[in-house]
T-cell receptor, first 110, second 114 residues
Framework: QKEVEQNSGPLSVPEGAIASLNCTYS??????FFWYRQYSGKSPELIMS????GDKEDGRFTAQLNKASQYVSLLIRDSQPSDSATYLC??????????FGAGTRLAVHP | SAVISQKPSRDICQRGTSLTIQCQVD?????MFWYRQQPGQSLTLIAT?????????ESGFVIDKFPISRPNLTFSTLTVSNMSPEDSSIYLC???????????FGPGTRLTVT
C-alpha cells in the first residue's frame, strides 16, 4: 500500500516566522511531488510542484525534495495569517494518479 | 491551469435518491478524476473518468453506486446512487492539463444526505 504521511498539526507559528511542513512517502519510484493548500470550505489549490532533488523556490514558498530519504517539505517564509490553511502533500502513484497525505493544518497567529 | 466548474455547488438530498454532479472544463484535458472528501479527512480517489470508455474505479468504489460518464474531453458527470447519510461528503473533480500528475481541482459539490 503506497502511503504519504504528514503530521496533522496544528502547526502554530507567529506572523513573520518560517513555517516548515514535512511529508514522507513510501513508494521509492515516485517521481512527482506536489503541495496543495486548502482553505476551510474550499477545494485544494496547487501551490508547488517539485520533481528533482534539492530546493525549488517560488516567492515565499520553497519546496525541498530528498528522494533518498523519501522526504519532501514545504517552507513558508514570512508567514502571514492568510497562510492559515491545511497543506496537503501529494505524490505520484502511477497511472496518472496522486496519493494524498492527510494534510497538516497551519495556524499563523498575529 | 484550467477553469473548472461543478454543478451543483451544494445539495441536500433524501436517502434512497440519486444525485448527478457535473464537471465542466474550459479547455480539453487529458485526465479527469473524481474524489470524495469527508469532513475533516483528506482526499479519496473514487475513479478516473475515461473519455469514451468505462471509468476506472478504485478499491471500495463500484460502478453501480458511482456511475461516471465522460462523453468528451471537457465534461464529466458523477452520479451518487441510492444515497445514504454515509455519502454526505464533498465531491471534487480534478483534471490534468500540462504534466501527467499536475492536477487542478474544481470548486467541489457539498452533498448532505438526510
Amino acid at each position: 500500500q503506497k502511503e504519504v504521511e504528514q503530521n496533522s498539526g496544528p502547526l502554530s507559528v507567529p506572523e513573520g516566522a518560517i513555517a516548515s511542513l514535512n511529508c514522507t512517502y513510501s513508494d521509492r519510484v515516485s517521481q512527482s511531488f506536489f503541495w496543495y493548500r486548502q482553505y476551510s470550505g474550499k477545494s485544494p489549490e496547487l501551490i508547488m510542484s517539485i520533481y528533482s532533488n534539492g530546493d525549488k523556490e517560488d516567492g515565499r514558498f520553497t519546496a525541498q525534495l530528498n528522494k533518498a530519504s523519501q522526504y519532501v517539505s514545504l517552507l513558508i517564509r514570512d508567514s502571514q495569517p492568510s497562510d492559515s490553511a491545511t497543506y496537503l502533500c501529494a505524490v505520484s502513484g502511477g497511472y496518472n494518479k496522486l496519493i494524498f497525505g492527510a494534510g497538516t493544518r497551519l495556524a499563523v497567529h498575529p | 491551469s484550467a477553469v473548472i466548474s461543478q454543478k451543483p455547488s451544494r445539495d441536500i438530498c433524501q436517502r434512497g435518491t440519486s444525485l448527478t454532479i457535473q464537471c465542466q472544463v474550459d479547455s480539453q484535458v487529458t485526465m479527469m478524476f473524481w474524489y470524495r472528501q469527508q469532513p475533516g479527512q483528506s482526499l479519496t480517489l473514487i475513479a478516473t473518468a475515461n473519455q469514451g470508455s468505462e471509468a476506472t474505479y478504485e478499491s471500495g468504489f463500484v460502478i453501480d453506486k458511482f456511475p461516471i460518464s465522460r462523453p468528451n474531453l471537457t465534461f464529466s458527470t458523477l452520479t451518487v446512487s441510492n444515497m445514504s447519510p454515509e455519502d454526505s461528503s464533498i465531491y471534487l473533480c480534478s483534471v490534468t492539463v500540462a504534466g501527467p500528475y499536475e492536477q487542478y481541482f474544481g470548486p467541489g459539490t457539498r452533498l448532505t444526505v438526510t
